[in-house]
């Protein structure tokens, strides 16, 4: 009796062990520009070893991050529209809103440049240029971060891309990787964010054709789903995950991420958010 009571003492210590090491693990809705660039791939390793934290990674425009964790389905949110985010906050899906890094957007094109715009920095006159000569153009339109920077820069362009829109325009619903692909098909220009881009191996007849432009600017934020409004979310894990971005071994870590010399992320958190 006293064996069998030792064996299932033994049997349940060793399940609930196991329990416990499956639930140090978090869920983060992400925008693909964090998983197509290689940054996860950098971070999430070190960020483990620190902490023992598995971090599991659902890679989507920022829109449907966003609403991966409205519903609760994610732990941490880290995405890249400000005005989206700051209004998850307000609408009580989110903690609080932690700005991490930035990098920018360029806008990429066919080497042959049927619109002209090749060397611009103006953001606004090369759209006009793309809009008025029909060039094609490749729009993600899946409620992204770049999805939403790129309709913000057609309407201070004067240009009601809705309206104007024709076979020239065209929508795919897909992530930064697939919108390069198919700008590469089509001959088309593209905006992206420039860390996909120079993770980006299929680059044979594209160039960047615009950059530099104070309105290019491209910000990422992170934020801790609200426990209050999901009891499931794992705060202490979700909050240490959100802690390590902003703090000063995670803003080094973003910030020696490179591909061939080149630096993709440039961190910027405020020292007064770190815990």
């Not at 290689?38 to 920022?62: E, M, Y």
């Not at 307000?90 to 809103?97: E, I, N, T």
Request: proline share 3%.
């Amino acid at each position: 009796m006293l064996k069998r009571l030792s064996l299932a003492l033994a049997l349940g210590l060793a399940l609930s062990a196991g329990a416990s090491a499956q639930d140090r693990s978090i869920v983060v809705a992400s925008t693909t520009s964090t998983q197509d660039s290689g940054l996860f791939n950098h971070l999430l390793p070190l960020f483990k070893a620190k902490s023992g934290i598995d971090v599991k990674v659902i890679a989507q425009g920022t829109g449907q991050a966003l609403d991966t964790g409205r519903r609760g389905d994610a732990d941490v949110v880290f995405v890249h529209a400000q005005p989206q985010e700051e209004k998850f906050v307000a609408d009580g899906f989110g903690v609080k809103r932690f700005g991490v890094m930035y990098n920018d957007f360029v806008l990429i094109g066919p080497a042959a440049d049927p619109a002209g715009v090749r060397g611009q920095k103006d953001i606004v006159a090369a759209l006009v240029a793309i809009q008025q000569k029909a060039a094609p153009f490749v729009s993600r339109g899946d409620k992204s971060g770049t999805h939403s920077a790129e309709l913000a820069l057609w309407k201070t362009a004067g240009v009601d891309i809705a309206a104007s829109k024709g076979t020239w325009y065209r929508e795919i619903g897909q992530g930064m990787g697939a919108a390069l692909n198919t700008a590469k098909a089509m001959g088309a220009y593209v905006l992206a964010d420039r860390g996909t881009w120079i993770s980006f191996k299929n680059k044979d007849g594209l160039v960047v054709a615009v950059e530099g432009d104070r309105k290019l600017f491209n910000q990422y934020g992170v934020i801790l789903v609200s426990p209050q409004k999901h009891p499931s979310v794992k705060k202490d894990l979700g909050q240490a995950f959100v802690d390590y971005l902003v703090s000063a071994e995670g803003q080094a870590a973003i910030a020696a991420y490179k591909i061939e010399g080149q630096q993709l992320f440039f961190p910027n958190a405020d020292p007064g958010q770190r815990s």
